[in-house]
């Protein structure tokens, strides 16, 4: 299917640690006009930029722990306000907390609400070993993997030729915590939303191209 078919979309992507969220946001971002919306991305760059946010976040998350509410709230509301989010847009790693799909259910209102929430769903054990083989391009921003995706020259971009860096929580003890904090925080929206008839399932524990297609097919229907 082509990507050009779909019509506007308003899409949380929800999933653990792992589960290929990233992979398949920039895979449609790079096909056509969507926006990504991606709290770690944003956080991140904040952390590196050293803003007050990014000072306040940055132990949060290298620890595996969820930034609290209140901030990333505040940062999401601000990102929806600007008048490019008129067009489609994919949330990637928000919400994650009931506290913060309730502000988003009365951030959007009813005439703006959710068209889709996608569950990507895969086998803890598989998000274990897909976190501890990851490796982002520090200057595109492009997402590989040792085992299943491998640059053609170690530590180096195919696509940019950048250097790969190893995110801080991946490793091992923060990738522990943050699995446990995805069943105990996050994991209860998948009631949230499936009660609001908007949750798909999609199997992701799949190439990526098969995901990808799924993909597709549930942004192309209504929910
Ligand atoms: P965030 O950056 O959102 O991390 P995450 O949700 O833990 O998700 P990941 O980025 O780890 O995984 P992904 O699903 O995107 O997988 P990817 O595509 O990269 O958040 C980081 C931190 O920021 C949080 O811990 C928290 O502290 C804070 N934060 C962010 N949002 C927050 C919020 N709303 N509230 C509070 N705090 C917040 O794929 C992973 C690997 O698998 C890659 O190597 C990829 O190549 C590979 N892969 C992908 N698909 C496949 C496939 N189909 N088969 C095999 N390998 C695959």
Same mark, same amino acid.
């Given at each position: 299917?082509?990507?050009? $078919?779909?019509?506007?979309? =308003?899409?949380?992507?929800?999933? #653990?640690?792992?589960?290929?969220?990233?992979?398949?946001?920039?895979?449609?971002?790079?096909?056509?006009?969507?926006?990504?919306?991606?709290?770690?991305?944003?956080?991140?760059?904040?952390?590196?930029?050293?803003?007050?946010?990014?000072?306040?976040?940055?132990?949060?998350?290298?620890?595996?722990?969820?930034?609290?509410?209140? @901030?990333?709230? $505040?940062?999401?509301?601000?990102?929806?306000?600007?008048?490019? #989010?008129?067009?489609?847009?994919?949330?990637?790693?928000?919400?994650?907390?009931?506290?913060? #799909?309730? $502000?988003?259910?009365?951030?959007?209102?009813?005439?703006?609400? @959710?068209?889709?929430?996608?569950?990507?769903?895969?086998?803890?054990?598989? @998000?274990?070993? =897909?976190?501890?083989?990851?490796?982002?391009?520090?200057?595109?921003?492009?997402?590989?993997?040792?085992?299943?995706?491998?640059?053609?020259?170690?530590?180096?971009?195919?696509?940019?030729?950048?250097?790969?860096?190893?995110?801080?929580?991946?490793?091992?003890?923060?990738?522990?915590?943050?699995?446990?904090?995805?069943? $105990?925080?996050?994991?209860?929206? @998948?009631?949230?939303?499936?009660?609001?008839?908007?949750?798909?399932?999609?199997?992701?524990?799949?190439?990526?191209?098969?995901?990808?297609?799924?993909?597709?097919?549930?942004?192309?229907?209504?929910?």
């Amino acid at each position: 299917m082509s990507v050009t $078919a779909l019509g506007r979309f =308003r899409a949380v992507f929800l999933g #653990a640690p792992g589960a290929g969220k990233g992979t398949q946001a920039k895979q449609l971002v790079g096909s056509q006009s969507v926006l990504h919306i991606s709290t770690g991305d944003m956080l991140r760059e904040h952390v590196g930029q050293d803003t007050e946010l990014g000072r306040k976040a940055k132990s949060y998350m290298d620890s595996g722990q969820l930034v609290p509410d209140d @901030l990333i709230i $505040a940062m999401v509301q601000d990102r929806l306000d600007r008048p490019d #989010a008129d067009q489609s847009w994919i949330l990637d790693g928000f919400p994650r907390t009931v506290p913060q #799909a309730m $502000a988003l259910d009365s951030c959007l209102g009813e005439e703006r609400g @959710l068209s889709h929430v996608l569950y990507f769903r895969v086998p803890s054990e598989k @998000l274990v070993e =897909r976190l501890a083989g990851r490796q982002t391009c520090s200057s595109c921003g492009a997402i590989w993997n040792r085992f299943s995706k491998p640059t053609q020259q170690e530590g180096v971009c195919d696509l940019c030729g950048g250097t790969l860096t190893q995110r801080e929580d991946d490793k091992p003890e923060a990738v522990t915590k943050r699995l446990e904090v995805y069943t $105990a925080q996050t994991e209860p929206l @998948l009631a949230h939303y499936r009660d609001q008839g908007v949750l798909v399932e999609i199997d992701a524990d799949r190439s990526s191209e098969l995901v990808f297609e799924e993909l597709l097919n549930a942004l192309s229907q209504d929910a």
